[in-house]
């Protein structure tokens, strides 16, 4: 488990920074779409955009 989470970890730090931040905002924050876009100045369209790219880093980094 703590190899995974290593992995994911790195993945999140090779991602653009608005990425990092959306998903960060997002998961560990707790903000849905619209407040991410507001308080990051983006379209919720960009913010899902950032989000499905972390998602799929993550999820590839968790594979192997």
Same mark, same amino acid.
């Given at each position: 488990l703590f190899e995974r989470i290593s992995l994911i970890d790195?993945?999140?730090? &090779?991602?653009h920074e608005n990425t990092r931040e959306a998903f960060?905002?997002?998961q560990i924050d707790g903000l849905r779409h &619209?407040?991410?876009a507001e308080r990051m100045n983006i379209s919720p369209s960009m913010v899902r955009k950032h989000l499905t790219?972390?998602?799929?880093a993550c999820y590839l980094a968790s594979e192997g």
């Open positions: 790195k993945a999140l730090e &090779r991602l960060l905002l997002s &619209r407040q991410i790219k972390a998602f799929t």
